[in-house]
Nanobody, 118 residues
Framework: QVQLEESGGGLVQAGGSLRLSCAPSVRTFSRRKMGWFRQAPGKEREFVAEIHWIDGNTYYADSVKGRFTISRDNAKKTLYLQMDNLKPEDSAVYYC???????????WGQGTQVTVSS
């Protein structure tokens, strides 16, 4: 069973930056794509960004375009989310996820809290 572990969350002032990381428990597993999702209190989980592992194509939610950057390190098999110009509305628990194939995300991390103060 693949487990994903997020790190890098924390408390930051509006306009600040954070970098999230996501590392798998096993170095080699089939992954077509990996992504970041977030869930704020009282809201449904929402898509933030994803990257296709082989070709590196990236996709973003409109709310984070131009501020967040998703990337991967093939050697370390690690996923990143660079978050710049953070806003209070970005506050949420951020989850890393992986899809071995198709469109469904099968593996999920436990989440890391991001809090942006105004």
């Amino acid at each position: 069973q693949v487990q994903l572990e997020e790190s890098g969350g924390g408390l930051v002032q509006a306009g600040g930056s954070l970098r999230l990381s996501c590392a798998p428990s096993v170095r080699t597993f089939s992954r077509r794509k990996m992504g970041w999702f977030r869930q704020a209190p009282g809201k449904e989980r929402e898509f933030v960004a994803e990257i296709h592992w082989i070709d590196g194509n990236t996709y973003y939610a409109d709310s984070v375009k131009g501020r967040f950057t998703i990337s991967r390190d093939n050697a370390k098999k690690t996923l990143y989310l660079q978050m710049d110009n953070l806003k209070p509305e970005d506050s949420a628990v951020y989850y890393c996820a992986a899809s071995p194939g198709g469109t469904t995300y099968t593996y999920w991390g436990q989440g890391t809290q991001v809090t942006v103060s105004s």
